[in-house]
DNA sequence: TAATAAGCGAGACGGTACGTCGAGTCTTCAT
DNA sequence: ATGAAGACTCGACGTACCGTCTCGCTTATTA
């Protein structure tokens, strides 16, 4: 019985681990997801094929993790903790400003568009996938603004009663949408306006 | 210049394109997008792959026509110019309950999910695919959202200097973004109150 | 009944069939026969493909034909009935020499190898085809060689009771099979030894 | 420069060799060399296409090998180094009857027909194959008539100064010639005819 | 301290699909 | 009714990757 073998990670090479990181990252950057091969992904990063085969069940898995990596870090690089707060300055249409513009930046880094529209493509048509996707990287971004809105909705600047996490989707779900399917193009004054209407929606009447 | 030799569109084979259209949809909604092929199309098309690649560059290009050759047949068969228009009662709120809850309805119906899905994360990932699937697919359904808020500013239900553009996704980009990444589930009570915090925040104050 | 079709011959355009001709000894002289496609002449004939399945059943149908023509004309051009007869000196071993001095300087003639190569080839695999090649082009070249030797055999310089189909091939067989397999090289010297060596075999004892 | 890599000769499968062998030469039997494919021969051998690309440059390649394999164990089968001398009872004339019936009887049999047609058709056309089958398949033999001719010489039963290169081809030549295009039937009795004519011009005067 | 077993780089293997080419058939339009 | 043009179905081409499977070769415990 039993799995038909599970390999030994305390034996694992963390010298491959990054290498193949690396190259996921590099190859999808340069010639983008879907020409992306894990025989190119083991070419680049100097490692069998079987390397990855061992470690990871899909390109994508691998790709996410590569993702999750890099931005765990940037993470470490930015001082530790950082980007885990939504700031809390009492003014709510600032600090949503504030961070809908940082989301924006974001999603227009060269570096991050590659590998995170792969993911999300890939989450769309990959139920499995998806929901790691979301799990993992997109949750914990909306978790936060959870959090600022309760704040204020405590404070009174948020209608009692609000679904707060369908009150946060009015800021996310516009901006992810223009971002993924480039229906309008991203600027600090959408993610502004965005915010000016959709509060004024949560307002206490 | 030097074009690689246009194929005469005019003696095209009608019966070809229709099969490859039915075998494309077929195929998508059985096994998926990502395990149907183009040598898989004209084969149950009975059809020659050459007619395939004279026709369309890609494989999504192909499920693209032939979606909307779908749409097209299923608003023909509803006697022509159906779901053209969002109902004007006069009542906003209501008239928009309406059609998101619609939209709800088309978003899980099995038949149009999984070519849907498939094309939205192509679009995600390939800018060509994606404009078009904008131009011809989503465009026309936003454009009646910006014609039904028009009416409704200047019924004075809506803010005078209010850019609609943006105000119709406040209603349909957290629809989407549940929607592509399956963030949680969607529900009639769900387009409710998006429609209800949505269109307070447009109202006049 | 009846065949799927007969074309009728006499409305047949003389043009086509010339612009053919040229083009598959062109193609095969610039290409080769392998890489020559029945659409390759007919594009290069300006031709429509069916003019062509209308009137040959196979590419090596009309390359032989095309040789052929081409040696009518070359023929006509000579005057009329050039080459058609092994001179009779009376110096029979002079004459052989001479003609196979001829043979040898054709088979190396860049504009006949490459077509003749061809059908020899196709003529090796395909009986069909190696019948007519043999038929219309090789068979008058042997006959002349027998006539040649009958009268030979008539003056006493051939020994009576010599098979003469047999005797003439001691003459061209070895040369063809230097030029088809290119086992070792051809010249004039060699010619000339070959005639020596084999009609010694033949002279009265 | 710049081999497009070179596999690794040691870790090939030798189980796959003998498939593929096994189904060319079945191939070439059945339907016939033009009919045989590369991908027929990768799926009645139950191998991979790319498994016969890596290891041959073509389909004549890989019949080329097959044939000298079959060559191979033929004579492995036969006691080791059967047919590898003609002969030398003393009498040369009888000697090459014999060894020349038996290339007939060869020439005749259907399991090295097909196969060897094949291949001297395509080397007919294609010199680099050509070569390959002269020097492998060809001239062995070729050198054994050689080896009994100098023996004859030797004796006084071949005229000193007689180019034994051209004199084999008196024997060999014709019967080729015959066998290539099938001018003539080939017969025991042609074979016998064939010594006494030839070899009379060899023969001291 | 040796042996022994895992992960590893490498890459051959049986497969599937790719995108292209040409064969031979069929249809349309012009002469 | 022939011919030029070219779209059609079909089948094979040669290539690229897939995921699996040996091969030695480190390396890192375990006997």
């Known amino acids: 019985m039993a799995e038909t073998k599970a390999p030994d990670s305390t034996r694992r090479s963390e010298r491959s681990r990054r290498a193949i990181y690396d190259a996921a990252l590099a190859l999808v950057a340069e010639v983008g997801y879907a020409?992306?091969?894990?025989?190119?992904?083991?070419?680049?990063?100097?490692?069998?094929?079987?390397?990855?085969?061992?470690?990871?069940?899909?390109?994508?898995?691998?790709?996410?993790?590569?993702?999750?990596?890099?931005?765990?870090?940037?993470?470490?690089?930015?001082?530790?903790?950082?980007?885990?707060?939504?700031?809390?300055?009492?003014?709510?249409?600032?600090?949503?400003?504030?961070?809908?513009?940082?989301?924006?930046?974001?999603?227009?880094?060269?570096?991050?568009?590659?590998?995170?529209?792969?993911?999300?493509?890939?989450?769309?048509?990959?139920?499995?996938?998806?929901?790691?996707?979301?799990?993992?990287?997109?949750?914990?971004?909306?978790?936060?603004?959870?959090?600022?809105?309760?704040a204020a909705q405590e404070a009174g600047q948020v209608r009692a009663g609000i679904d707060l996490r369908i009150a946060l989707e009015l800021f996310t779900g516009p901006l992810a949408h223009r971002w993924l399917l480039r229906t309008q193009p991203l600027s600090h004054a959408y993610a502004d306006r965005l915010v000016e209407y959709a509060l004024y929606g949560l307002a206490p009447r």
Do not use: C, H
């Open 35 to 150: 020409k992306t091969t894990i025989e190119g992904i083991a070419a680049r990063a100097g490692v069998g094929k079987q390397t990855i085969y061992r470690w990871w069940p899909s390109k994508a898995a691998v790709l996410l993790e590569a993702f999750l990596d890099l931005g765990r870090q940037a993470n470490e690089a930015l001082g530790g903790d950082a980007d885990s707060e939504i700031p809390d300055t009492g003014d709510l249409e600032a600090d949503l400003k504030f961070v809908l513009r940082a989301t924006v930046d974001e999603m227009t880094d060269p570096k991050f568009e590659a590998p995170s529209r792969a993911l999300a493509a890939e989450g769309v048509v990959n139920p499995e996938l998806g929901a790691r996707f979301v799990e993992q990287l997109l949750e914990p971004q909306l978790q936060l603004y959870a959090k600022r809105l309760a």
